[in-house]
Structures are given as C-alpha cells and as structure tokens.
C-alpha cells in the first residue's frame, strides 16, 4: 500500500526487480558480458604495454643523422633548425666530431692504443642525434633529412624499428576486432536476457499502452535493466583483471629478459582508471542498445 | 466525439474487408452499443477507435482531431482520453486492487498526492472501497471487471470503451456492471460498449449500431434487433 508512485523511483526499482526476478538469465548475460571484457581488456591492456614500451624505445632508439665533413659551421646550425621543423621530430642532440672521438675512446677502453694518431687527424664526423615522437613514421622522417643540405648519410637500427610498429599495429587491430565482437556478442545477450523480462511482462506493457504511457517511460525499466546488466559486468571483470593483470605482471617483471633492458610496464593502477571507464562506458550502451532493441516489437502497438 | 467517416478496414490476410465503409458519429456525453454477432467486425471497430489498427481507407476523429495522421509519439496522449474495459479483465495478478488503479495514474505521471485522492475516490464510485489491499485472484469475476472499470475511469477520461465487458460474467453480475457504465455515462462521460449480449442491450434500451459481416445495417436507439 504504501507505495510511492515517483517516476524515476520506479524505474530504477523495476529495473533492479527484473534483475533479480530473471537470476538465471541475468546470470548468464553477466557471466558472457565478463568474458568478453575481459577478452578485450587483456588485448587493451597489452596494447597500452606495448605503446608504452614502444615510447621507451623510441626516446632510445634514434637514427644518428652524420653532418659532411665539409659543412660549415652555419651549415650545420641551420641544418639543427630544419630538422627541429620535421613533423614528428622530438630531440635533436649535436654531437661533435670530439665527441664522436671520445665515445669511441670510452669503448675501446683498455686499448687506447688503436687510436693513436687519431687526436691530430679526427676521422670520425660530427653528427645529430634525432629522437622521435612516433616510430612509425621513421621511414617518411628519414627522407626528409636526406634531402636536407649538409647531410652524408643517416645511421639506423630500422629492423627494431620496423618489428616494433608491426608488433603495435597488430595488437591494435586484433584490440579493435575484439570490441567489435564484444558489442556485437554483449548486445545480442542482452536482447535475449530483456526479453525474457519483457515478454514476462508483456500484460503490463499492454495496460500500460492503453492507459496512454508513452513509450520511453514503458522502455525506462527494461533500459534501466540493461545497465545494470552492463555495470555489474564491468565492475566484475575489472576485479578479474587486475587480479591477473597483477599475478602477470610480477612473472613478467622477474623473468630475466625484462630485467636485462632498460624498460617498464604499467602497474594496474595507473591503468584501472581508463580501463574502468572504458568498461562502464561499454556497459551502458551495450545495456541501452540490447534493451531498445528487445523492446521495438512489443512498443508497436 | 467519436466520428468514423467512410471508414474501410481490411486485414491482409482476408480477401473481405472486416469493416465496409462504416459512417457514425458517437456524441459527447452519448451511450452507444456496438453489436453484432463474432467475427462481426466489432472488435475491428474498437481496435480502430483505440488507434490499435489504422484504417485501410476513409477518416476517424476523435475529440475533434483526426486521427488517421496521428503520429505514433502522440498515441498515448489520444490514449489518456479514452478509459477501456476488456472482457478478460486484464488485471495485475501481484498488486492489489489499489495498486491496479494507481499504476494506471503513475504511468502518466500523476503527483503522489493525486493518485493518494483519486483511487479511494474511484474505489468507492465502483463499490470496492473495502477491497483495496486484496490481490485480484481473491476477487469474483464481478469484482475484477469494477476494478478494471474503476482503473480506466481513474485518469478521468472523456470517453469510456468496452469491450464485451460482461463476457465472462454471470447475467446479474453483468446487469450490475451495465449499471455501473450507466451511472458512469450519467456522471457526462460517452460510453461505447461493444457487446453479442441481446438481452442486456434490450433492456438498456439504448442507442445500437449493429455491425454484420463488416457493414452497418442499423444505427438506433432501441433493442438488438430493432425498437422495443
């Protein structure tokens, strides 16, 4: 009896009250919903790693740009200036021909010998050091700077490179089929669970439709449901995840590969954030679109 | 209030149409029985009055506005006009009396305090002031159909539309049901009653349209099959 009839009060009630009533169902479409999350998330957050790795190799990983023997000094300022204005170009860092000379000194170490002579007639050239911001487009950079006055030739380890944006570019295709699929699996679980409501529904929507309520507030209940659906799907997988993300990510950090670089990989916190949003974002318009969608037959009428 | 001019409606899947060329005009305030045999087209002519089937051809106007435009968004506001009644009752089997008519004023969203006067107001009107907090498979089937009543007079609409609602009721029962749509007509509401039952509609000796294989063969106050 003591009811309260307030609009918005009672969609969120009858939206939790189909949840519950519908347990199996609703089970099986949190349970679905979670796997395929979790399926984009590990791709997401493996791609997150990558990119991250990839920016550490990039500041490491620059092409040495050797300046002619023969440019002169303004040559070679100018030539700084035109590479700074490249699309795509982070760090340029001159190292002069005495520079050249003594890392190669500091190498040799113990054999200072082999380099005798060398002081009075430095054969090594002076050169830039040229860091980007987007590996990928190492190629395209390149040829820019050859075309520039004053350049001899550029030094490059292009296979590292190369594999890199091929491992990254992969990654992020594989991540965006598997959300693709995930809408597509999630949207039809939820149509199917909603309408199980619906149609056990279905002597209400009809008196509804004749007592004249219109058809967003028939839909608001099943939408509401939806959500929900989508919320406790993102909120379980989430836990999963960083509950593996974490057992992974100690494996990893330990196994000597890692250790020998000089890289590092996200800790889950600095992701939970944009992974959670992404989730609950996901949710609610998976949740929206299935239950829209399981109710266009029955608002007909 | 209720006006059908050359009105044509045909199912796809018969060749006959189930209703031929229907002109009527129903008046503000006015008590009229559909009637006709099953399969008449009776039911044809409710579903088009409650815009639940469009017309193949022809013109409704309903409170002055002509319906056959009327854009699927503004249905349920036609709908707030008219209160209906079926023969099935098309109750809520788990709330009770009081929650039955109450939904029918939240879902378009009455205040609280509204709904807190309306529903004891029309509970009484219908008799039941002392079942409100039953559920409705506790209730005799007279009783159910004065809840059904009592939830499609609540809004107070213009119009009151039944279907067969004495159908599945014994014949005192029914009487008392017709009673009950006649003090509701008296309170200035119209009331359509579409109906087979000959002797409620002789003794009411109201206004008959009488539907027969689609057509209209005779639209007069009177009996079932002609003046009393």
């Known amino acids: 009896m003591t009811v309260r009839y307030n609009s918005i009060g009672y969609l969120i009630a009858e939206g939790f009250k189909s949840v519950f009533k519908q347990k199996k169902m609703t089970g099986a479409s949190i349970i679905i919903m979670c796997a395929t999350m979790f399926m984009f998330g590990v791709f997401y957050l493996l791609g997150e790693n990558v990119n991250y790795v990839m920016k550490q190799v990039e ?29 795509n170009v982070s760090t340029v860092t001159f190292y002069s021909k005495e520079d050249a000379l003594a890392s190669m000194k500091s190498i040799l170490g113990d054999h200072q010998d082999l380099m005798a002579g060398y002081d009075e007639d430095n054969p090594f050239p002076a050169s830039y050091f040229v860091t980007l ?16 006055d004053g350049v001899d030739e550029i030094s490059t380890d292009n296979d590292t490179i190369a594999n890199l944006s091929k491992v990254a570019q992969s990654i992020q ?14 949207i039809f679980i939820i149509v199917y669970t909603i309408k199980l409501t619906v149609y056990a529904r279905r002597r209400e929507i009809s008196i509804m439709k004749y007592v004249g309520a219109t058809n967003s507030f028939i839909r608001g209940p099943f939408i509401v ?9 993102a909120f379980v997988t989430i836990g999963i995840v960083a509950l593996s993300y974490n057992a992974v990510l100690d494996r990893v950090l330990e196994s000597s590969v890692i250790k020998s670089l000089t890289i590092s990989l996200y800790g889950f916190s600095e992701l939970i954030l944009r992974v959670l949003i992404v989730y609950i974002i996901l949710g609610t318009v998976i949740g929206v679109l299935g239950s829209m969608i399981s109710m266009r037959k029955y608002l007909k009428v | 209030m209720i006006e059908f001019r050359n009105v044509s409606k045909k199912y796809n899947s018969s060749d006959n149409a189930a209703i031929h060329n229907a002109t009527f005009k129903i008046n503000k305030g006015e008590f009229a029985f559909l009637v006709g045999s099953s399969g008449s087209g009776k039911s044809t002519m409710i579903k088009l009055i409650l815009k639940e089937e469009e017309p193949t051809s022809g013109k409704i106007i309903i409170n002055g506005k002509d319906t056959t435009f009327l854009k699927p968004s503004k249905v349920p506001y036609l709908r707030r006009s008219m209160g209906v009644v079926f023969q099935d009752f098309r109750l809520l089997p788990d709330k009770t009396v009081y929650e039955n008519v109450a939904f029918a004023m939240y879902v378009v969203k009455a205040t609280p305090k509204h709904v807190r006067r309306q529903v004891p107001m029309v509970l009484s ?19 159910q159909q004065r809840v059904a009543l009592a939830r499609a007079i609540v809004n107070n609409p213009s119009m009151l539309i039944a279907d067969e609602p004495t159908g599945n009721l014994d014949p005192n029962t029914a009487w008392d049901i017709m009673g009950l749509l006649n003090d509701i007509n008296l309170r200035g509401t ?15 000796n109201k206004r008959v349209i009488r539907i027969d294989k689609g057509n209209i063969i005779r639209d007069e106050k009177g009996g079932y099959d002609g003046e009393i």
Do not use: F
Not at chain 1, 62 to 84: C, P
Not at chain 1, 138 to 148: A, R, T
Not at chain 1, 174 to 179: D, I, N
Not at chain 2, 192 to 201: G, Q, R, S
């Open chain 1, 59 to 87: 500041n490491q990983q620059g092409m040495r740009v050797i300046i002619n023997d023969d440019a002169t000094e303004t040559q070679i300022d100018d030539l700084k200036v035109k590479i700074q204005q490249i699309d």
């Open chain 1, 133 to 148: 911001t987007d590996l990928t487009q190492n190629s395209k950079v390149q040829e820019k700077i050859l075309d520039l």
């Open chain 1, 173 to 186: 295709t594989v991540t965006l089929v598997l959300l693709s699929l995930l809408i597509v699996i999630s």
């Open chain 1, 225 to 233: 449901e939806g959500i929900i659906i989508g919320i406790i799907s």
């Open chain 2, 125 to 143: 009107l219908v008799g039941l002031s002392d079942k409100a907090k039953v559920y409705p498979n506790e209730l005799s089937g007279g009783e």
């Open chain 2, 190 to 204: 119209t009331v359509v009653v579409a109906t087979h039952a000959k002797d409620i509609v002789d003794r009411m």
